[in-house]
């Protein structure tokens, strides 16, 4: 008789949250493929270049965390492919981004330099490969 006394309670509260959640987790993931790629503009030119210079010269961290060893040759190339783009764009750019060019462009040299001089310390930077 204890056993069919006892009454079972649903807290309906709990399940219709759950749904709700789900509902915006379903509605956020059919949102992501245009909300989370960032528009195409120089700007990005710029930065997926600069990414890759600076993943060559070791200053990002791998998936893991892990430290990237910096592999000179790998930044060299992509350096010289900013200094392309700039050669290829001379008077097409807008002042904004002529500037960003010039100041992405500077910046990843100037680290090169750093990288390579620590390479070779003794021979005074004559062991870096010469830039375009």
Do not use: C
Not at 30 to 36: P, S
Not at 45 to 69: D, K, T
Not at 89 to 102: H, I, V, Y
Not at 112 to 127: D, I, K, R
Request: hydrophobic share 40%; aromatic share 4%.
């Amino acid at each position: 008789m204890a056993e069919q006394e006892r009454k079972i309670i649903v807290d309906d509260d709990w399940k219709a949250q759950a749904r709700r959640e789900k509902e915006q987790l379903s509605a956020g993931e059919q949102g992501q493929g245009h909300e989370q790629t960032p528009a195409a503009s120089f700007a990005e030119l710029l930065n997926l270049i600069a990414v890759q210079a600076l993943a060559g010269l070791g200053a990002l961290a791998g998936p893991g965390g892990e430290r990237i060893p910096p592999n000179l040759e790998i930044a060299k190339h992509f350096i010289d492919m900013l200094q392309v783009l700039d050669e290829k764009t001379k008077n097409n750019l807008t002042p904004p981004e002529r500037q960003l060019l010039d100041q992405v462009l500077y910046e990843m040299r100037m680290r090169y330099v750093q990288m390579a001089s620590a390479a070779h310390p003794g021979l005074g930077g004559a062991a870096a490969p010469q830039m375009l």
